[in-house]
């Protein structure tokens, strides 16, 4: 009868509170119990803790910008630090096209790699000061690859206004360079 008062505030006056009580309390079991210290929700709590712990926190654009995460200092800006990186890049390439080359064309391979180390250079562009560029890509984006070049300079290649030339094994490919696919997460 205490729950039947408590809720009677709530619920209409007469015939119509009482259908609703019956109908909706009534015949149902109503399980009075402090759910959070049960063990089982006490289980899934911590469960959801250390899931929660374990996940990485990405980085945000904001703070990518403030904490300028995506710049390479000074320091690192030399070509020869870049060149096993190349070395690299070769090897992964020409595995690449060695293992998957069975079935499907090679130029559609090529244009899949993931650039980030090769050896690229510019062989035509819209801006004529690009011709010519030749570098290691440092860093693939969506819309442009960061290169050093031999005179240890950071360059930004727009992919959408030039084509490039790089090599694979005897291989050397030309190609619009926004037809490169990447699949970089952030760019």
């Given at each position: 009868?205490?729950?039947?008062?408590?809720?009677?505030?709530?619920?209409?006056?007469?015939?119509?509170?009482?259908?609703?009580?019956?109908?909706?309390?009534?015949?149902?079991?109503?399980?009075?119990?402090?759910?959070?210290?049960?063990?089982?929700?006490?289980?899934?709590?911590?469960?959801?803790?250390?899931?929660?712990?374990?996940?990485?926190?990405?980085?945000?654009?904001?703070?990518?910008?403030?904490?300028?995460?995506?710049?390479?200092?000074?320091?690192?800006?030399?070509?020869?630090?870049?060149?096993?990186?190349?070395?690299?890049?070769?090897?992964?390439?020409?595995?690449?096209?060695?293992?998957?080359?069975?079935?499907?064309?090679?130029?559609?391979?090529?244009?899949?790699?993931?650039?980030?180390?090769?050896?690229?250079?510019?062989?035509?562009?819209?801006?004529?000061?690009?011709?010519?560029?030749?570098?290691?890509?440092?860093?693939?984006?969506?819309?442009?690859f960061t290169v050093i070049t031999?005179?240890?300079?950071?360059?930004?290649?727009?992919?959408?206004?030039?084509?490039?030339?790089?090599?694979i094994g005897e291989l050397q490919?030309?190609?619009?360079?926004?037809?490169?696919?990447?699949?970089?997460?952030?760019?």
């Amino acid at each position: 009868e205490a729950v039947r008062a408590f809720i009677g505030q709530f619920l209409p006056e007469g015939a119509v509170g009482d259908v609703a009580y019956k109908k909706k309390v009534a015949s149902k079991v109503l399980v009075l119990e402090n759910v959070i210290r049960t063990p089982s929700f006490a289980k899934v709590n911590q469960r959801r803790r250390m899931r929660q712990a374990a996940r990485v926190q990405q980085a945000g654009t904001k703070e990518i910008k403030t904490r300028k995460l995506n710049e390479i200092p000074k320091d690192a800006q030399k070509y020869s630090l870049y060149l096993p990186l190349h070395e690299q890049w070769c090897s992964y390439a020409k595995s690449v096209m060695k293992n998957k080359a069975a079935g499907r064309k090679r130029d559609e391979l090529a244009l899949q790699l993931d650039m980030t180390g090769s050896l690229v250079e510019v062989v035509r562009c819209r801006d004529p000061s690009m011709v010519g560029l030749r570098g290691i890509v440092v860093r693939d984006g969506k819309n442009a690859f960061t290169v050093i070049t031999e005179e240890n300079q950071l360059k930004t290649i727009i992919k959408r206004l030039c084509t490039i030339s790089y090599t694979i094994g005897e291989l050397q490919i030309i190609c619009q360079s926004h037809a490169i696919r990447t699949k970089s997460s952030r760019s």
